[in-house]
């Protein structure tokens, strides 16, 4: 059933290197200098168009004295080819470049962003948009993307939410594969694939308060468990580097964290890539003060096994005398720098320094129709229909006169969300050019902005009350926008930004059928909608095709079936919420007034983790084990039926959850361990089989050794994590 293992919980041998790769790093060590070793572990940020002239010539002869072993944010092929050509006809071994570019959901043909592509729950589509990004990126000179993000986050407060893949460990693991596998192709050498990143090492999303950057710590029990199976599944996976993550964990920062790095990452991993820094991230040991200066920074660092200087400039510029003077082992050093020649000889640069060097990929394979046919199917995809009473959508394409109203409805820049690499607004499709291409000419849409994403300004909602009146239908879109969420993006409250709750209420106080549309980087806390708003679809940062398949779904050309990568509160206060909890001592229930919840609010969640509505609707049934007990390392065949009793053809996400009832250790209450996006037609049932093992049922003992303890395991499945059939079965001793 797994699609990956459930990582984090078996230590894999070290890989073995192939033979004639060792051959050629060892030989090409032998003969670099001190300089010339720290200078592969130097990543200066790019040569851009805009770069100054002396920054220009100081950054190219850098390259000549073979300093420079990659850069930060260089690209297209005039200037990353001209600088390869540099590195490997001016400096003396001519060691050539990685070029590194954070393309998180999309180069130029912007995808949704990623805990949207997340609630797609489809793999498939998901590694077809890294594909597709591996593709337009090494078309402009990029060898190297920064992705993927596979932080779990359980706090919405934290700006960065919207970059990975929401709350659930096993939800992180999958994406995490499917976009390792996008990013880095059936073969590295390839010129379309790029080596791709998991990020960042380990457990930032777990900032105290939400605070981007801020202190972590948590047990590690919590650590293996939650954190690092994500990041496991990648190293499964092939991925051919990880950055390491601002954040400490327990008072260990993560660019010193020689335990987690070298001991589990590269101890019981085998992981052999390479550890790049995050921006800065080395001379940021003084920030955290546990280095006096940039040599001591340095010198932690790579003892740490941080492989590459993003951006410090220490380890080009202080570690030589550190090393001369005996405070490092040249021998560290190299361990690091066989890395990074490791990484340039499996992406073929050795042989082929030029892969990326042909000018005429930058028009032919960027923004293609192909293209923006994935963009479009993964955003219809991702789309998530919370709410729909009455079944005010679909809305019907002969539809009269429609309303459009809200900040959100015609802001390309927002579409993009954070970290849109080289997305440019005027691709995109933005909501209001969607619905309008969708309708026929009889339809007369009106728009009207109504208020700002987030001032205080109520000058524009009788306007927009006023078309409402006019209208047969209204269609609200509200949301955040794209700088709300994202790195160092945080914030204190989940609601709706500004006074776009009022302006919803207004509008819906019209008495025509109104539908919500949320475009946003993290859960919102949007009570009030849920209670006034009879349907609300989440459509988070679609990308390039927003519009588009934005009015796929509105109209029913496309049934929505997106699920909640992440739980919603229903305020602020309840953070952090999420499904996978444990059961506790005394377990919230209404009746008892001594037991976990609160006073002015319900301990339940605004929407579930897994939550998501169609057009159509479906029954499970016939939930069955292949057999009542199993042994400690056995495998159980769970299969479940669903049936489409709708009168429409729609996807379904069918999910499988587990819970160790009784453990000698707390287990959360039910952990997600399968799922299948499927679809049916109206009235056609289709039974799935799970295969569960013994790495879905293990857990952290009381002496961090995975376990599968006997005892009794309930099974869980629906289209939920709320709403579920059960079933129970024994594991017995081996
Ligand atoms: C940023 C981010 C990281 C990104 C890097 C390079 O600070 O933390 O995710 O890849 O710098 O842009």
Not at 122 to 137: F, H, L, Q
Not at 317 to 343: H, Q
Not at 527 to 552: K, R, T, Y
Not at 570 to 592: D, F, M
Request: hydrophobic content about 40%; glycine content about 10%.
């Amino acid at each position: 059933m797994a699609l990956v293992p459930f990582g984090g919980l078996t230590a894999e041998a070290t890989k073995p290197s192939d033979s004639a790769e060792t051959a050629f790093v060892e030989s090409l060590l032998a003969r670099m200098t001190l300089e010339e070793k720290l200078g592969q572990l130097n990543q200066p940020p790019g040569i851009g168009n805009d770069t100054g002239p002396k920054a220009k010539a100081a950054g190219t002869e850098q390259v000549r004295k073979g300093q420079v072993g990659s850069f930060l944010g260089m690209q297209g092929v005039k200037l990353t080819c001209d600088m390869q050509r540099i590195a490997v006809k001016e400096s003396r071994l001519g060691i050539p470049l990685l070029f590194g570019f954070d393309v998180i959901h999309g180069y130029r043909t912007v995808f949704p962003v990623p805990l949207g592509e997340a609630a797609s729950f489809n793999p498939v589509a998901v590694e077809k948009a890294a594909r597709v990004g591996a593709v337009e990126a090494t078309a402009h000179g990029i060898n190297w993307t920064y992705a993927p993000m596979v932080d779990v986050a359980r706090d919405p407060r934290w700006g960065r939410v919207v970059e990975g893949s929401g709350e659930d460990t096993y939800l992180g693991e999958v994406m995490a594969v499917a976009r390792v596998h996008g990013f880095q192709g059936k073969d590295l050498r390839a010129a379309d694939s790029v080596l791709a990143t998991a990020k960042h090492f380990v457990a930032y999303g777990g900032a105290e308060a939400g605070r981007d950057y801020n202190t972590v710590d948590i047990s590690e029990r919590t650590l293996r468990e939650v954190y690092l199976p994500p990041f496991h599944a990648a190293v499964d996976a092939g991925v051919g580097s990880i950055m390491a993550s601002f954040n400490e964990i327990a008072g260990v920062p993560m660019h010193a964290n020689g335990p987690l790095i070298n001991g589990v990452l590269r101890g019981e991993w085998g992981f052999d890539g390479v550890l790049v820094s995050d921006y800065t991230g080395v001379m940021e040991l003084m920030n955290h003060r546990i280095a006096a200066d940039p040599t001591e920074a340095g010198r932690r660092a790579l003892e740490a096994g941080v492989d590459i200087d993003m951006v410090s400039d220490i380890y080009r510029k202080d570690m030589p005398k550190a090393v001369r003077a005996g405070k490092l082992p040249v021998a560290t050093v190299d361990d690091a720098v066989r890395r990074v020649l490791r990484a340039k000889y499996r992406l073929g640069l050795f042989d082929n320094p030029y892969r990326n060097c042909d000018e005429s990929l930058e028009k032919s394979q960027t923004l293609t129709a192909d293209h923006r046919d994935a963009a479009r199917t993964m955003a219809r995809e991702s789309m998530v229909l919370l709410k729909n009473k009455g079944n005010v959508l679909p809305l019907s394409k002969q539809v009269r006169t429609l309303a459009v109203i809200g900040p959100l409805a015609d802001n390309p820049r927002a579409m993009l969300g954070s970290w849109a690499g080289m997305g440019r607004p005027e691709d995109v499709v933005t909501p209001l050019a969607g619905i309008r291409a969708a309708v026929g000419p009889e339809t007369k849409v009106l728009y009207a902005r109504g208020t700002d994403i987030n001032t205080a300004d109520t000058t524009g909602i009788a306007e927009a009350v006023r078309i409402a009146g006019q209208a047969d239908a209204v269609l609200l879109m509200l949301g955040e926008a794209e700088d709300m969420s994202g790195e160092a993006n945080n914030r204190t409250s989940l609601d709706l930004p500004g006074v776009q709750e009022q302006l919803a209420l207004a509008v819906q106080k019209s008495g025509k059928p109104v539908a919500a549309v949320l475009f946003n980087g993290r859960p919102l806390s949007i009570n009030s909608l849920q209670e006034q708003v009879p349907s609300i679809l989440e459509a988070w940062f679609p990308g390039v095709e927003a519009g588009h398949a934005l009015a796929d779904v509105l109209f029913g050309d496309y049934n929505p079936a997106g699920r909640l990568p992440i739980t919603f509160p229903r305020n602020v206060g309840q953070v952090p919420i999420y499904y996978a909890h444990k059961n506790t001592g005394r377990p919230p229930r209404e009746e008892e007034r001594y037991s976990s919840k609160y006073l002015d609010v319900s301990w339940k969640p605004l929407y579930a983790f897994g939550h998501g509505l169609s057009y159509t609707s479906f029954r499970y049934d016939a939930l069955r084990l292949s057999r009542k007990k199993i042994p400690a390392d056995g495998t159980l065949q769970v299969e479940v039926t669903v049936t489409n009793t709708g009168a429409r053809a729609g996807d379904e996400v069918v999910q499988l959850y587990l819970r160790d009832d009784v453990a000698s250790i707390t287990r959360p209450v039910k952990q997600l361990r399968g799922f299948r996006r499927v679809h049916l037609q109206a009235g056609q049932s289709q039974t799935l089989t799970f295969t569960l093992t013994a790495n879905d049922l293990s857990f952290y003992g009381a002496d961090m050794k995975p376990i599968v303890e006997p005892g009794s395991f309930t099974v869980f499945a629906g289209g939920n994590s709320v709403d579920n059939l059960e079933a129970k079965f024994e594991v017995t001793a081996r």
